[in-house]
């Protein structure tokens, strides 16, 4: 069973910044397709950004110019620096994994191992 293991949520004030991890020991990164989506209460869960398997990076909308997802592919740690931190950006966030090549798109569907999640809070 693949674990992953996201850390790092916190409560912070409006225009803050956090940066979340997510650790596996089970497998190695540079074959997956990794992603952070988040879940607000009363919400769908909506994907975040995703890294590919060469590197390159696709964001939400509402996150473009304030998050940056990253991996260390040695450490199998995926990253989430959030910046500028917005009340909106209050939700569960999920690291999650597939196993695929190529274009990774924030479809949950694409995803088929999640972690348990971590909380972010973020007051105004």
């Known amino acids: 069973q693949v674990q992953l293991v996201e850390s790092g949520g916190a409560s912070v004030q409006a225009g803050g910044s956090l940066r979340l991890s997510c650790a596996s020991s089970?497998?190695?990164?540079?074959?997956?397709?990794m992603a952070w989506f988040r879940q607000a209460p009363g919400k769908e869960r909506e994907g975040v950004a995703s890294?590919?398997?060469?590197?390159?990076?696709t964001y939400a909308d509402s996150v473009k110019g304030r998050f940056t997802i990253s991996k260390d592919n040695a450490k199998n740690i995926l990253y989430l620096q959030m910046n500028s931190l917005k009340p909106e950006d209050t939700a569960m966030y999920y690291c999650?994994?597939?196993?695929?090549?190529?274009?990774?798109?924030?479809?949950?569907?694409?995803?088929?191992?999640w972690g348990q999640g971590t909380q972010v809070t973020v007051s105004s």
């Open positions: 999650a994994a597939a196993y695929h090549f190529g274009y990774c798109p924030l479809l949950s569907s694409l995803f088929g191992y």
């Open positions: 089970r497998y190695t990164y540079r074959s997956y397709c």
């Open positions: 890294i590919d398997t060469d590197g390159r990076s």
